[in-house]
């Protein structure tokens, strides 16, 4: 802990500063708060890699510990923990299609309903199997496909 209270005010790139802040935390320590709050305060830190207010938040509410902006920055940190939830929900039904594909529409029966529970794929999402040049077209005129479709395809 001494050593991260040593190096924290020295230490010019925003990651390694972030995680000794984040090491100064983790200790449950009452003197590591002031620097690592100082740094909140200023935006001294790589927000992208931690984020030290809602940490230092947490940290002092377990241990019992406030300083003047904790109210203010509680209440930021639970709003944005808000808003990420509610940007999350939104996206289940997308995430859920991506990790559960549908199957290509000639393997799966006609659906009936559609107000049905199953998210629908957005189409640019959907595996369209490529006709190779050599391949036999698709159209079933017993041509290749360069010789048959692929022509129309271009023109």
């Not at 990651?15 to 100064?24: K, V």
């Amino acid at each position: 802990m001494r050593k991260c209270l040593d190096l924290l005010p020295q230490e010019k790139d925003l990651t390694i500063r972030t995680n000794l802040a984040d090491a100064l935390l983790g200790q449950f320590a009452d003197e590591g708060f002031e620097p690592v709050r100082a740094l909140v305060q200023r935006r001294a830190y790589d927000d992208r890699s931690s984020d030290l207010m809602r940490r230092l938040i947490a940290v002092s509410t377990v241990v019992g510990a406030t300083f003047p902006e904790y109210p203010i920055w509680k209440r930021e940190a639970e709003e944005r923990q808000a808003r990420q939830e509610q940007r999350m929900k939104k996206m289940q039904p997308f995430l859920h299609a991506l990790r559960n594909p549908t199957p290509p529409p000639e393997a799966s029966p006609p659906q009936e309903h559609e107000d049905s529970l199953e998210p629908k794929l957005p189409p640019s999402f959907r595996a369209k199997k490529q006709v190779g040049r050599n391949d036999p077209c698709p159209c079933g005129s017993g041509k290749k496909f360069k010789k048959c479709c692929l022509k129309r395809e271009k023109g």
